[in-house]
């Protein structure tokens, strides 16, 4: 996930807990690397799944009115 300066903490936390069924403490510690180095590492997934947690992001985000962007990189 890549952070902005309009999608809230509380927001992002609620993505990770719901997308990348992260626990809270996890979540705000991955909310917190984004908001920090600009960039935050949710998880490592076959392509497919990926593909489609990114998808979740991006629509949670728009039906929130949020720029949030999430990506995908091979590792």
């Known amino acids: 996930m890549h952070n902005d300066d309009y999608t809230t903490m509380e ?5 990770l807990e719901a997308v990348f069924r ?3 403490t996890e ?3 991955i909310m917190l690397n984004i908001h920090l ?3 935050g590492l949710c998880g490592v997934y076959p392509h ?5 947690k ?10 929130e009115g949020f720029p949030l962007r999430c ?3 091979q590792v």
């Open 11 to 15: 927001f992002v936390v609620q993505v």
């Open 22 to 24: 992260k626990p809270p």
């Open 27 to 29: 979540a705000n510690q």
């Open 37 to 39: 180095k600009g960039v």
């Open 48 to 52: 497919e799944i990926a593909e489609t």
């Open 54 to 63: 990114v998808d979740k992001v991006h629509a949670m985000a728009r039906s």
């Open 71 to 73: 990506s995908m990189e």
